[in-house]
């Protein structure tokens, strides 16, 4: 392999490995509906890579890119998605309550969905900032302009794809391993907390950054 595609690999590896929105899905849909719910949504969330390829491949990257408008506005709204999703789990940690493994696994509402698990991931990737900013800012560096724009970006998007799957599922296999202990009240509680104020820091953030 290249060094460029060596540089490429590196930074798509620690993008799928920083935790983000997408780590906090898989987690909780993992808790869930176990390891199956997670894995669906992983998968959801890696086709949205394909999506981002896409869109970057055909173009739009360079309107956002060179639009102070288009760009203010995917960040703002990127922002207002990441402080909602803070405010969704410190709203259940201010309820909090004890959620059982059994009830997890018995509650009609919530028992394993392949479509809902599938649709939230893809969602969840869809209108994550940190992926759309990555692939329409620094995608392009790695495409050869003698080469077709939207084949390079899938075939890099495909490498995103193997190392995100892989790294989600492995992670998704270990929260399905801890369902009983996360279900206990206290630590539910905690992880939401804690996942609220870092999600709302990142959009608060995001929202300050020029």
Same mark, same amino acid.
């Given at each position: 392999?290249? =060094?460029?595609?060596?540089?490429?690999?590196?930074?798509? @590896?620690?993008?799928?490995?920083?935790?983000?929105?997408?780590?906090?899905l #898989?987690i909780?849909?993992?808790? %869930?509906?176990?390891?199956?719910?997670?894995?669906?949504?992983?998968?959801?969330?890696?086709?949205?890579?394909?999506?981002?390829?896409?869109?970057?491949?055909?173009? #739009?990257?360079? *309107?956002?890119? /060179?639009?102070? $408008?288009?760009? &203010?506005?995917?960040? $703002?709204?990127?922002?207002?998605?990441?402080?909602?999703?803070?405010?969704?789990?410190? /709203?259940?940690?201010?309820?909090?309550?004890? #959620?059982?493994?059994?009830?997890?696994? !018995?509650? =009609?509402?919530?028992?394993? &969905?392949?479509?809902r698990?599938?649709?939230?991931?893809?969602?969840? !990737? *869809?209108? !994550?900032?940190?992926?759309?900013?990555?692939?329409?800012?620094?995608?392009?560096?790695?495409?050869?302009?003698?080469? &077709?724009? $939207?084949?390079?970006?899938?075939?890099?998007?495909?490498? /995103?794809?193997?190392?995100?799957?892989?790294?989600?599922?492995?992670?998704?296999?270990?929260?399905?391993?801890?369902? @009983?202990?996360l279900?206990? %009240?206290?630590?539910?509680?905690?992880?939401?907390?804690?996942?609220?104020? #870092?999600?709302?820091?990142?959009?608060?953030?995001?929202?300050? @950054?020029r």
């Amino acid at each position: 392999m290249t =060094p460029q595609l060596w540089t490429y690999l590196v930074a798509i @590896t620690l993008l799928t490995l920083t935790p983000g929105v997408d780590t906090m899905l #898989i987690i909780r849909n993992t808790g %869930r509906g176990g390891w199956r719910d997670g894995a669906v949504s992983s998968l959801g969330i890696c086709t949205g890579l394909l999506a981002h390829a896409t869109v970057s491949a055909l173009g #739009i990257s360079v *309107i956002l890119l /060179h639009s102070a $408008l288009a760009f &203010s506005a995917l960040k $703002l709204a990127g922002a207002a998605y990441r402080v909602w999703l803070g405010m969704v789990s410190l /709203h259940h940690a201010w309820r909090g309550g004890k #959620i059982s493994a059994a009830a997890l696994q !018995n509650a =009609p509402g919530l028992r394993f &969905s392949a479509r809902r698990s599938l649709v939230e991931g893809f969602l969840s !990737n *869809i209108l !994550n900032p940190k992926t759309v900013v990555f692939y329409m800012a620094f995608l392009p560096q790695f495409i050869d302009p003698a080469g &077709s724009a $939207l084949g390079q970006s899938l075939v890099l998007a495909g490498f /995103h794809f193997a190392i995100a799957m892989v790294w989600q599922c492995f992670l998704a296999l270990l929260v399905g391993r801890a369902r @009983t202990w996360l279900s206990h %009240r206290a630590v539910h509680r905690t992880f939401d907390g804690l996942a609220g104020s #870092i999600m709302m820091a990142l959009g608060i953030r995001l929202a300050l @950054t020029r």
